[in-house]
């Protein structure tokens, strides 16, 4: 074990943290060094989550950066909008490596993480450093990179479903039209109406139209393959289970495609990359097919009589939304097996 | 209780059916008076539905037109495709007013009936005959019809939604799309891998892309609406609950607009109608604001960004969807108030 | 309407009172006069229950006694723990029927309410003056009662599942053991980790094993029955479910019987009772059997291989276990039928 | 990946056999060589489960004793009852070693197999050699065993939560009383109104009252453990979530003893074995808490009032119901750890 990765994690507490530790703990070159929370320090980690009995018996630390780096050498950020972009850079100085989960460093200009998330914007020299770890696409920088901007759950699913399609100039940008649906671990731990069982369970509903968060970061990496800016209509909703989400997408055909062609091209794009899964044509994936995985699963439908291709594209928001894909980035930026610790099927049914 | 309008159902064993059979129950104007099943003549309904017990002692009658005309004033059909189609005639001839609920009627063309049911259409005076109840639009046709034919459960919520802004020519049609997601009681009653609790519990997934029956019903009133044929992208999702269904819908406005006059132009559209609520400009319903309820909720969101309006309308699929209109065309075509049994507040939670 | 009496509902922002609203819709009798919040006073119902919806246009009003007294003829207390006891006396003052959905009156000993509530009690006479409204088992009191302590959901089923056996001396009462099962609208509306819906859903919880307050409650009316003192072992469960109480209850039978003669039993005791359905022998009743109705379905299983009888009972916890039982009290108050405004059918499914 | 042993599972496209597929994915020293279906051989097994494309590129095999023997060196039958009673016996003449997840060799007696079963037993020489793999009870036996009968699902939740106070004697055997409540993935992947999502979503059912075949598996090792014959009340649940088993039971104590007593009893008692989970006095087990996961969890609540003791025993029924046991018994039977490629963390939430 002495050779191991150590690894720290700031918001243990909170879904995202608790999902990591869950994946590390099967991770062969890392291991789960410091368990921090500010707001439960000194408590067994056990004690708020007893599904960790007896297999983590870690006290929780509480947030201090000199302290983190005696510990670690890694540090994933687990925290709510607006804490990275005051800690990462005290991290960073130290020469940690960091892979922040949340939003604060997503966007590259403060204007408009401030318009988004209501919040001050970090140092935007920091900004510029991040590099956003959306595995297939951006793997070659994280490669080289000692911090790391995990990329949002909805843009995760988005963004590998329509990405490979826009490169090859296959869609219209400007006619993507996204909807989403999030099952409710996405909205966090928090206690709220709005996470309260009787409220959700045997209904669904839509939420933030046109306000989510997540909209400017799917714009940012949509422009970044159409080749110039490209706006979207992004409809994010809940749904009544514990994990998943959905990225129904739909665009105008540039030219006239066959479901096998887009199989094709997407095959080969993601060629070698263990994560994604095209489906054949006629068959979409359900989210149930990816729960508990670092899986993205996706399956198209072109219609010639409306000149239309939707896409299905799903993922667990909490693995490859948050915390799988920041360890397949781990994995990539300390030069190992990309599906290191994560080569595990989905649990089904 | 003898002044009552006799009502009789035939397949009374689905969902469809035995949801008339819970609404009618407290009809101050009709009374069931014959229930059907070809499958289990003979049995006690309770037997099949214990809810039913001690409520409803009836033995299930078999399908007999001419015994059905000497027991009923009205029937409604809650069939399976393509046995409405020979059914509906022989009530009609008999004087019987029809409430068809199943899809056999819903499209005038026999070409195209059978192209997406996959199943010989009725006989074409008969499919030219049915006046399509959608009661806030067609309710004029419908008071003095004979035989109705009752809409789908995705084309209510999608056409209540759209057609006001079609209509009012603020939407371009040929920009529709149609993203729906229905509860699983939708799938009716029998069993299948499609229907299994563990199949479908904790996962979300989409089917029938651009293959649902559906499909050209809704086009065939948006073409109404817009006055010149119109084709959508409708993609029919599956949600781990039991009622509810949401579409939500996007189109590009032909001018810019704002949330206001959308409220303010449906308000309008359906002022005096009782079974359509518009929601307050941010505000937008969940499907349990209306579970067992007869109501469609709608709300809207406008982004003046991509100069595209998003619809939200929900309903009950087994009320709105499909029972409860029945019985609000029955209120209409007997002359009855448009609300009769049917004024009761959503269950919830 | 001018004739109705009116009711005014304290606590109408909680489940209790938001179904009470419900039910009372429809009641031929009544009507809400006065829908009462402490913590929303001056806000419009249907801000926080957007199923009501140009249904309930009242806003809320603040809990004034005195003005109570001036707006109805009836008050309902849904109100939390601790309240009523205050409450309810100055309203009985003025005149005013009362029924109280809290705990607050169960009890009769003031020392057994603080020890189990963990708060004071309320004033000794009222303690006494109060009627237990189990309407099926203590109808006959309650006809000549101005004050009504509404049963608690637990107890609603467990003991008109228990009792007749117990009075008819066929079960011993020492060996009563009742596991019993809750879907979480019992917990309340307020939001908290113990209502989170990624907690709760997939998960089945055990909770206040031999601590629950409903325990002296069931005691005391079993007790009554056995006409000695009998204590019992009480264990809820908290169920993924939104609705629903099943108490399924064990014990010893004083002498061999078989299922049928606890059929006939229960159905010669229930005779003439509108809410109580004995299911026949070797079914057992569902939840979703009495969903949003004030049903209470009971079946058995008698083993003779182990001298033991088991019982299954349930209910809607929101309906026959708290708002319909408590206007099936109403209208045995009034004198009006015992079903008055509650002849309606399950929803299933 | 030469020297791994090699694993045969003959009902690769039950829930059973896919967990098998998915636990076994990660174990170090065994893994799947050949997936087997009567029903579906020669198809890809992904294509009945898409959550394993592109990991699993097996064609199902079809039922030939003969051809298992040269794939494989131990074979898992996760089969309906009265396969394995035929098959076990050609397997295990070839010199394989087998574990059996069906029912099949739990009961030592033909005749009480074919009371509780409704089908003829399996050879009586085979009956008695298998040895019932409740691993943490009967492990030194499986150590040196051929032929395992993995126990069921109740079984295994019941057991571990009861035997260590029997042996104890702590408690009388003659009052053990079993409420057990299941997810719906206990009940098999086949389609039937039993397994729908609508009739089961939103309920809970009580089933097979003292007719579970179950029983006579428990009261046999209750038997065992208590050195007389015991006989018991077992009601089994359907609790509206696809994973997971709790058994609450009920028994007398034979003298007092208080909470802490039996937590310290049954952590001595389960000391070194890593699946069985002992949770702290006035804390008990939720089923999410070991979702996905081989541990047992287990709490106990004193009654001073009563002189009970509740025990809530919980399990995953697929894992330590199920697959996780045998692959457990394969790592005794193989002199392996105990806990190789089990040792993961529960997926939580």
Redesign the interface.
Known sequence: MESKVRVAIVGSTG?GG?EL??LL??HPYAEVSSVISSSSAGEPIASG????????RDLLDDVDPAAIGAKADVVFLATPAGVASKLAPQLLEQGLKVIDLSGDFRLPQSGLYEQWYGKPAGDPAYLEQAVYGLSEIYGDQVKDAAFISNPGCYPTATLLGLLPAIKAGWIDPDTI?I?A?S???G?G?G???G?????????????K??KHQHTPEIERFVSDAAGREV???F?P?L??????I?S?M?AKLTKERSDEEFVELYREFYRGRPFV?I?PVG???????????NYC?I?F?V?K??G?V?F?S?IDNLVKGAAGQAIQNLNLMMGWEESAGL???????
Chains 1, 2, 3, 4 share one sequence.
Do not use: C
């Open positions: 879904y608790v530790i869950r703990q099967a989550y007893p599904h960790l009995s007896e297999i983590r039209i909807d649906k099952g409710v671990s909205a731990r206690a709220s109406l996470t309260h069982y009787s409220e959700l369970n045997e209904s669904l509903k839509a939420y139209l046109n706006i979207t209509t409809t909703h749904v009544p289970m514990s994990r998943g959905m129904t739909y899964r489906r068959v979409w994936p359900a989210t149930k097919e990816v729960s508990g995985s699963d399956g439908a219609d009589r409306t239309r939707t299905v799903v080569q595990f099927i989905p649990m089904y049914p």
